[in-house]
């Protein structure tokens, strides 16, 4: 069975940092582009970011502050976010490039002063 549990979420300042991790069990995570999506209550779940084998995709949103990255040996993704936004806060969550498995709990960023 599949696990995809999310951490490292919190309160920040606008401008500061975060990162989270995603550890997956239960698949061959190496064979599989993972990413990150993010959702706020009441509106529908968007792609952040992705990575694959040697290439990685961002949303408009967050080019240039968020860089996700993984570790294959450990079985986790990370999402660097930095110079955050009142606009990132949301739950965020990790899955595969096209999801396949179930949500994990999500982790909950929320950016205010």
């Known amino acids: 069975q599949v696990q995809l549990v999310e951490s490292g979420g919190g309160l920040v300042q606008p401008g500061g940092s975060l990162r989270l991790s995603c550890a997956a069990s239960g698949m061959i995570f190496r064979i599989y582009a993972m990413a990150w999506y993010r959702q706020v209550s009441g509106k529908q779940r968007e792609l952040v970011a992705g990575?694959?084998?040697?290439?990685?995709n961002y949303a408009d949103s967050v080019k240039g502050r968020f860089t996700i990255s993984r570790d294959n040996a450990k079985n986790t993704v990370y999402l660097q976010m930095d110079s955050l936004k009142p606009e990132d806060t949301a739950v965020y969550y990790c899955?595969?490039?096209?999801?396949?498995?179930?949500w994990g709990q999500g982790t909950q960023v929320t950016v205010s002063s």
């Open positions: 899955n595969t490039a096209t999801p396949l498995f179930n």
């Open positions: 990575i694959g084998t040697g290439s990685t």
